[in-house]
């Protein structure tokens, strides 16, 4: 009698074990619960996972509570971290092609980056993420701004003297050539580096310029309107470890999932940009917006600075530009 409990006994852990949910830890370094569209894109993935009943779940930390903004990229490649939604220049220090994906004037408006989607330009960018161990799970580009604590910043002109935070390398490369100094670090310092002085203006996305509350620092906004400089791949991703060990079915539910995700956000990305300019002007803010003169004379710059320096040191790099381009 004592044997046959034993072996029900055991016999019931092994079914257990083999059924047991697997638990996915997403990561990202925006407010939860707040309303940010990069935070509710995790959220709609978890959530479409979780109703296709595949013994799969997804725990999201928002609020970089799992991992640092930068230190995400790393992980995901050690298998450390299953997914984030990561703006993907952060890891242009480890695939400086990456930084195409942050490339002035590059994208300027939302249509245009739907079209980006599906080209031979984001066939490459897939491929370098695919080969160095991270999946897509959904795309999603974001328009960004300008804000100042100083001065209204239009023309090339109005960014003399300013020190400022730019996201990435290439829009680093062009602000410095306009006679800007750089002061470099996740979006999620903005707040702290204007309030302490470090900064005097900044750039990111529009929904980072909400969700951080800017506003309380800011004195004017360059609004992205039709001539958005600022435009940054920031997709969900996944470790390709964390997904060579799910079966097919959750693999299939993972990428419908990411589907719905990326759908969503298609829907809302214009939305960002309405709602900042909405939000800076309740909270007293001068709003601006660059005229079709001052972006091409940023376009300038960039093309002698930021494009030229790609091309020339990144393998690939002026190719990548040219497909990019090529977009129409």
């Known amino acids: 009698m004592f044997k046959t409990i034993v072996i029900a006994a055991v016999a019931g852990s092994m079914a257990s074990a083999a059924f047991a949910e697997t638990t996915l830890k997403a990561s990202h370094q925006w407010p939860g619960g707040k309303g940010d569209v990069r935070d509710e894109m995790v959220q709609i993935l978890a959530r479409e996972v979780e109703k296709a009943d595949v013994d799969l779940k997804i725990q999201v930390y928002p609020g970089k509570s799992l991992f640092k903004p930068t230190e995400q990229w790393g992980a995901m490649v050690k298998g450390q971290l299953d ?120 750039n990111t996305s529009s929904g980072s310029f909400v969700s951080y509350r800017i506003y309380e620092q800011a004195t004017c906004l360059t609004k992205p309107g039709a001539n958005a400089l600022w435009f940054m791949y920031e997709p969900i991703l996944m470790s390709k470890q964390s997904w060579d060990a799910l079966n097919a079915d959750q693999q299939k539910a993972l990428m419908d999932a990411g589907k719905v995700a990326q759908d969503y956000f298609v829907g809302e990305a214009k939305k960002l940009d309405d709602k900042l300019v909405d939000v800076y002007e309740k909270a007293g803010v001068e709003i601006v917006e660059m005229s079709a003169d001052d972006y091409n004379a940023w376009l300038d710059i960039a093309k002698a600075t930021s494009y030229k320096n790609f091309a020339e040191k990144v393998p690939g790099g002026e190719e990548l530009i040219n497909k990019a381009l090529a977009v129409e």
């Not at 890891?91 to 195409?100: D, K, N």
């Not at 002035?104 to 079209?115: E, F, I, S, T």
């Not at 006679?179 to 002085?197: D, F, K, N, V």
């Open 83 to 202: 997914i984030s939604a990561f703006p993907l220049d952060y890891a242009s220090g480890r695939h400086p092609q990456f930084s195409a994906t942050l490339m002035p004037g590059l994208v300027r408006n939302h249509d245009r980056a739907q079209r980006l989607n599906d080209s031979p330009f984001m066939d490459d960018i897939k491929q370098i993420i695919n080969d160095a161990g991270v999946v897509v799970l959904a795309d999603a580009w974001l328009a960004g701004a300008f804000a100042s604590k100083t001065k209204c910043i239009t023309s090339p002109e109005t960014m003399k003297g300013q020190v400022t935070r730019a996201a990435g390398p290439a829009f680093e490369q062009m602000l410095v050539g306009a006679g800007a100094s750089i002061a470099s670090m996740p979006s999620s310092e903005i707040y702290t580096g204007l309030q302490t002085g470090v900064l005097d203006a900044a």
